[in-house]
């Protein structure tokens, strides 16, 4: 499995959100490869996005709780390009994507619980835990920004909400037109996971819960 190893600071970070109780996890990675694989995915993504070919496009494609829950991003777009500036987020919790560079249709999957995380084979990860709040799947949102403007329909990129309408950013995806207004995923207590049917996903229509 080819892993991106990180030193994790944590801080507050009162100017990137919107209200007074909201706190963000600041992590800056530190490349540390196991083996070529990981070198080569660098060079390769350096190398497309200087010929600035086609675009990268980062999507949350499955949610899964429980133990060893997670969230996983894709690359749904036609070039290579970087994780850095992208945030998590569940209001009023926010986590800062190290920067992982995914190639076209690569994936990174993001612990959200410390206890038996298992990416799935040929994902890339990231060695710390998504500070989020917690992962219920009964109820909850998880949302995929580009920048930490979380109130700026502009830079929201992906979102689902699940277990009931009306979360916390759930108006900000509605208004970026990447979410239905008064959607949501129906899910039970027991729900294992979530998954996207079609990447990016603009609705509830294009998930699909399991467990």
Not at 15 to 40: F, I, K, L, Q, Y
Not at 120 to 138: F, M, N, W
Not at 139 to 161: H, K, P, T
């Amino acid at each position: 499995m080819r892993r991106l190893f990180l030193f994790v600071a944590l801080a507050l970070v009162a100017a990137a959100c919107s209200s007074g109780d909201e706190t963000a996890s600041d992590t800056t990675a530190s490349v540390s490869p196991e083996g070529s694989t990981t070198v080569a995915v660098s060079t390769t993504t350096a190398a497309a996005t200087t010929a600035g070919e086609g675009s990268a496009v980062f999507a949350i494609e499955t949610v899964t709780f429980g133990d060893g829950a997670m969230v996983v991003i894709t690359n749904t777009g036609t070039s290579a390009g970087e994780l850095a500036g992208h945030w998590l987020c569940q209001r009023p919790s926010y986590f800062q994507i190290p920067d992982v560079a995914l190639g076209p249709g690569e994936q990174v999957a993001i612990a959200l619980d410390g206890d038996g995380f298992a990416p799935p084979a040929g994902a890339l990860s990231v060695d710390a835990v998504a500070t989020v709040g917690t992962i219920d799947p009964a109820s909850g949102e998880l949302g995929l920004y580009s920048a930490s403007q979380f109130d700026d329909a502009s830079v929201i990129v992906s979102y689902v909400e699940w277990g009931s309408a009306g979360h916390g950013r759930s108006s900000v995806a509605v208004a970026a037109g990447i979410w239905t207004e008064g959607g949501f995923v129906a899910t039970t207590p027991t729900t294992a996971s979530l998954s996207a049917t079609s990447v990016p996903a603009s609705g509830p229509d294009d998930w699909s819960a399991a467990g």
